[in-house]
Structures are given as C-alpha cells and as structure tokens.
C-alpha cells in the first residue's frame, strides 16, 4: 500500500485510500463472525469471540537475530503480521483489540533504534489510516505522553483519532509509551486532584479515572515468541484475562495463528474464582 499524506488541517487524506479501498462503506462496522449470546456455564457449547483482545508483539528482535539481520529489520517485518491481526480480528468479532507497540521501559533502548522505531510507526500510521478509516475502525493510543515523543509523530496519533472517532465498528487501542504501573498511579492522581474522599473510592470510582476509562476489562491476552511475562501491560484490564502464549515470533504471526488463540479461548471455562457445576454434582474449581 502507497503512502498518503495529511491535507492542510494535518488530517489524512482519505479520497483515494491505499489499496484502493474508497471512503467508509456502509457495512464496515458489521462483523464477518457476530459476536454470540452468552451460554451458561456447563452448556456443550464453545464460549464467544473474546470482546477485548490484547497482544504482546513479541519476537522482532530474535526475528531479526535468527536471520543475521539487524533488530530494526525484525520491527519493519512485523508491520504485516499488525495488518493481518487487524483484519482477523475485524472479521471474528472482535470489538476491542489492543496491541503492544511501546512500553515506558523501551525508553531503555539504543537511541539508533528508539529513532527508528519513531520513524517506523509514523509512517506505518500514515501508510493505514485510510484503510482504518475505510473499515469503520475507531483508533486510540494508550500513553503517548512522553516528550521525547517526536512532535510530528504525536500529531499524527492526534489526526488519526479524530479522523476515525465517528467509526462503530473495532475499537484499535495502540499501547505506546505504556506502561501499566503508570495508569495506575495517574488515576490515583486523578481522584486526589478530585477530591474524592477515601470512603468513595471503589473499583468502579477508580476505573473511571483511569486512562481511557471506558475500556472494557480485557478477556484474551496473546502473547507471542513462547515468553510468559505480563511486562508491565494494562495492569488493571487484564485482571481476570485468559492468557495464551504461542511460540511462533510476531513477524511470522499470521490470521490462522489469531483464530487458533480465539479458538482455544472458546473452549476454556471461565469460572472468575467461582465454580462450575458437573452433571454429577460435583463442583469443579
């Protein structure tokens, strides 16, 4: 897909969107796979497409490393497997998707690559936005509060939003500049600044005062590379989240492998600390 550039008020140009997809169709929002009716517990039935799925893009740098190339080329490489998650989750179902693109403790990196990657994820947002808009998805970026932040790269999270904040269909939140300690401590900011006495202060009050509060609680975490680490993720979200860690790296990540995590987090019993009841009688823990 060819670059598109932003028109004089810095919002992208969406006449003639890459790859030829044209302005919002009026079906964009209609998932390909709609999302089931809750079963009851113990019902022979598999569970419903995850509302909320979250991916740790991990395995660029081991990509790279495992060819002889340099780390950067892992990161360029990875921007299909994005595109391709996207669409997969589009079309399954899926309302919310969340993606780990930077974390506050990538700061850490070489400053080569850090550079890189702030080059990279401009012009990757630049090149999709048209096709974003296109699908009716709604972007957001969780973070992004950093100064060392590029200014054009921030502008560019800021058209994106507004140009997609009418869409109805996937809600894309891009983690970056992330991390979930920090949400936590700047919703406890919040409710000082508020003023809210101690006594009102419940799961629900403290949500509400999180960054982005109307995310829902995420269902399916995807983690790749075989790594089983929470690094620092959405914290708060991902609470009571199914979790699956597939061993292939995120340049090689592809639809097949999403639907194959949405599938087994189909077939697991989600009990939140409860219990389920056998035929039997017997509970199952």
């Known amino acids: 897909m060819a670059s598109t550039g932003a028109g004089p008020s810095g919002r992208f140009a969406t006449s003639e969107p890459a790859g030829g997809v044209g302005t919002q169709p009026e079906n964009s929002a209609v998932p390909a796979v709609p999302v ?55 079309s399954a179902g899926v309302e919310w998707l969340s993606l780990y693109a930077f974390s506050t403790e990538n700061w850490r990196r070489p400053d080569e690559e850090i550079d890189f990657l702030m080059r990279l994820v401009r012009r990757v947002v630049r090149k999709h936005a048209p096709l974003l808009y296109a699908r009716g998805i709604r972007c957001r970026f969780l973070g992004a509060g950093d100064p060392r932040i590029p200014a054009p790269l921030a502008q560019d999270f800021a058209d994106l939003m507004t140009l997609t904040e009418n869409n109805r ?57 075989g790594e089983q680490r929470i690094s620092n993720f959405m914290l708060w979200q991902v609470a009571y989240a199914e979790w699956t860690f597939p061993s292939v790296l995120w340049p090689d990540f592809r639809a097949p492998h999403f639907l194959e995590c949405l599938h087994d987090y189909r077939s697991r019993d989600r009990r939140f600390g409860g219990v389920t009841p056998q035929a039997n009688g017997e509970p199952h823990r």
């Not at 490489?77 to 996207?86: F, L, Q």
């Open 36 to 90: 089931q009716p809750r079963r009851p517990c113990g019902e022979e039935s598999q569970r419903p497409v995850p509302r909320h799925v979250a991916c740790v893009m991990d395995g660029n740098g081991r990509w790279a490393q495992q060819r002889s190339l340099p780390r950067t080329s892992g990161h360029r490489a990875a921007e299909t497997t994005v595109i391709d998650v996207i669409e997969a989750a589009r």
């Open 169 to 225: 269909g996937m809600t894309l939140t891009v983690a970056f500049d992330h991390g979930g300690r920090q949400d936590i401590v700047a919703a406890a900011r919040s409710l000082i600044r508020a003023g809210v006495p101690a006594e009102a202060v419940d799961q629900a009050c403290f949500a509400a005062h999180l960054p982005v509060p109307d995310t829902p609680d995420v269902d399916l975490v995807i983690r790749t590379s």
